[in-house]
């Protein structure tokens, strides 16, 4: 993040270059195109613009982004500016770009390349002075080998590229972050000073597919539901998470996950030695209890026989007991 946060920084005293920020959903995208924004001295103290490229609609799409006559189609009662000219002065966060229609795609290349826009129903082009950052939420270069994104356009916003760390990847900052995310709330709730190490290693050992905006709104119930003390712990954990929706909350594979990774911990195991024995655990509980031939346990592990002969052989188990037919083998 410290190499993100660095180029992003120096892209801000570069008033006029593109940016192009990517990260999956609830990286923060927003957030640093804002920041970008907010140290561009020669910017800052105009607009903040941001087109959610998702949800614009493809009828109406250009006269969003680029404004109207009155009498272009059918309801412009009136002229209307479009979200560049808006910006003007400042910056436009062209958010989720990748969904951006592709008929769109030529116009805005035009827009980048020629610093104009022409409104609806205009023959007037009109210059703008915009700075313009991009946000997408998957990689764009697929999307160009698939003739789903111009390359053109994604060479021209590709300038300065910064890519976000999903949370996944983050697990040193997650005491940092859960103190950032508290504090950002304090006004409505009680300080928070601290939090407990358990808490962080349990939110390790689990998957957030939105990321920080996902965990900031479990940070919001953990301090909607705190009565006492300043520090964040398990039970608050356990206590936002809720009886009504255990569901959402339960993740067999991640419970395990964090187990073997607070014995490797805790007991000094070696990575590989606590794999091998968390393997052969699973093979012992396969065994006792998934049934009376190898062909059934193989087939309530989803693999094949011969590989369920080989691991257990490799880690001591007994193969003879039973073969696929429930006779004992002669291997």
């Known amino acids: 993040m410290m190499a993100v946060l660095q180029r992003a920084h120096k892209a801000a005293e570069v008033s006029d270059i593109t940016v192009l920020i990517q990260g999956e959903t609830g990286t923060g995208k927003q957030l640093l195109a804002q920041g970008i924004h907010t140290l561009d001295q020669k910017r800052s103290g105009f607009a903040f613009v941001t087109v959610h490229c998702s949800t614009i609609s493809e009828s109406l799409a250009e006269s969003e982004l680029f404004g109207h006559r009155r009498g272009a189609f059918s309801g412009a009662a009136a002229d209307r500016k479009g979200l560049f000219q808006a910006a003007e002065h400042g910056t436009i966060l062209l958010d989720d770009v990748n969904d951006l229609p592709f008929h769109l795609q030529p116009k805005l290349l035009d827009v980048i390349q020629r610093g104009i826009v022409r409104p609806v129903g205009s023959d007037r082009e009109i210059g703008i002075d915009v700075r313009m950052i991009a946000a997408c939420n998957r990689p764009l270069e697929p999307l160009v080998r698939e003739g789903h994104f111009r390359s053109d356009l994604f060479h021209r916003l590709n300038v300065v590229k910064l890519c976000l760390p999903p949370l996944r990847e983050r ?111 699973v093979l012992e509980a396969a065994i006792a209890l998934g049934g009376d031939t190898r062909r059934a346990i193989a087939q309530q592990l989803h693999t094949s026989e011969r590989t369920l002969y080989y691991k257990m052989r490799a880690h001591g188990l007994n193969t003879s007991p039973t073969t696929s037919t429930g006779t004992p083998s002669q291997s």
């Open 171 to 281: 697990a040193a900052d997650l005491d940092g972050i859960l103190l950032v995310l508290a504090e950002r709330h304090r006004r409505l709730y009680k300080p928070i000073r601290r939090i407990d190490p358990e808490l962080v290693a349990l939110i390790q050992s689990r998957t957030f597919p939105g990321n920080v905006r996902e965990l900031e709104n479990a940070v919001q119930r953990m301090l909607f539901l705190k009565s006492e003390g300043t520090s964040l712990g398990v039970a608050d954990w356990m206590a936002q998470a809720g009886p009504e929706n255990p569901a959402a909350d339960s993740d067999p594979l991640a419970e395990a996950a964090g187990a073997v990774w607070q014995a490797i911990v805790q007991r000094g195991i070696p990575y590989a030695q606590a794999i091998q024995e968390l393997e052969k655990r």
